[in-house]
């Protein structure tokens, strides 16, 4: 069964950058047909997209976060590692890391997430 | 881009059907068949329940039910029970190669 696992530094100090890993096992990040990506809940909040990226390097951002997120994928260790510099406030939030087929509007699973603070 | 517009909440008596409305615009919603939604329960990470507009994955209960109407997308869920009581998010492709998600809808069951 496939698993996502998130793990990263649960508190970032404003403008630092937010580095955070998505282990995957139990299945092959390097499918032709899936996207691995991020989104992320602000506390009490609804659902934003960040990203994506397939395991040939393709990547895909929100255009709101362009500027601020790198989106990267290492096929040796099953990992895919989201980057989002010059952090706020505003950037606090549970960060999901999930699975995309591609040509669907499928993402499934998702990790269990990982609360991340922006405060100094 | 603008999120996804859901009521803030709905609610429904154990056996009833609800329905939460998802609406978009022509560059979301409307533009393309690629509407999902999910279940999320507090402290959970959510879980999909359709995509592609009316699919469900394999083990979701054919008591959940998608559907579009131009550019508003619909949830249904039929025979409430009080494990459906949740938070409710609708998301859509958008025209940028992105995805945008509505603000999400609180499912009582009275």
């Known amino acids: 069964q496939l698993q996502l696992q998130e793990s990263g530094p649960g508190l970032v100090k404003p403008s630092e950058t937010l580095s955070l890993t998505c282990t995957v096992s139990?299945?092959?990040?390097?499918?032709?047909?899936?996207?691995w990506g991020w989104i992320r809940q602000p506390p009490g909040m609804g659902l934003e997209w960040i990203g994506y990226i397939h395991y040939s390097g393709t990547t895909y951002y929100n255009p709101s976060l362009k500027s601020r997120v790198t989106i990267s994928v290492d096929t040796s260790k099953n990992q895919v590692s989201l980057n989002l510099s010059s952090v706020t406030a505003a950037d606090t939030a549970v960060y999901y890391c999930?699975?995309?087929?591609?040509?669907?509007?499928?993402?499934?699973?998702w990790g269990q997430g990982t609360l991340v603070t922006v405060s100094s | 881009h603008s999120a996804l517009t859901q009521p803030a909440s709905v609610s429904g008596s154990p056996g009833q059907s609800i329905t939460i409305s998802c609406t978009g615009t022509?560059?979301?919603?409307?533009?393309?068949?690629?509407v999902s939604w999910f279940q999320q329960y507090p402290g959970k990470a959510p879980k999909l329940i359709i995509y592609?507009?009316?699919n469900r994955p394999s083990g979701v209960s054919n008591r959940f039910s998608g559907t579009k109407s131009g550019n508003t997308a619909s949830l249904t869920i039929s025979g409430l029970q009080a494990e459906d009581e949740a938070e409710y998010y609708c998301s859509s492709y958008i025209s940028s190669a992105s995805w945008v998600f509505g603000g999400g809808t609180k499912l009582t069951v009275l």
């Open positions: 999930t699975r995309h087929r591609g040509d669907s509007s499928w993402f499934d699973p």
């Open positions: 022509s560059s979301d919603v409307g533009g393309y068949n690629y």
């Open positions: 139990g299945g092959s990040i390097s499918s032709s047909d899936y996207y």
């Open positions: 592609d507009v009316s």
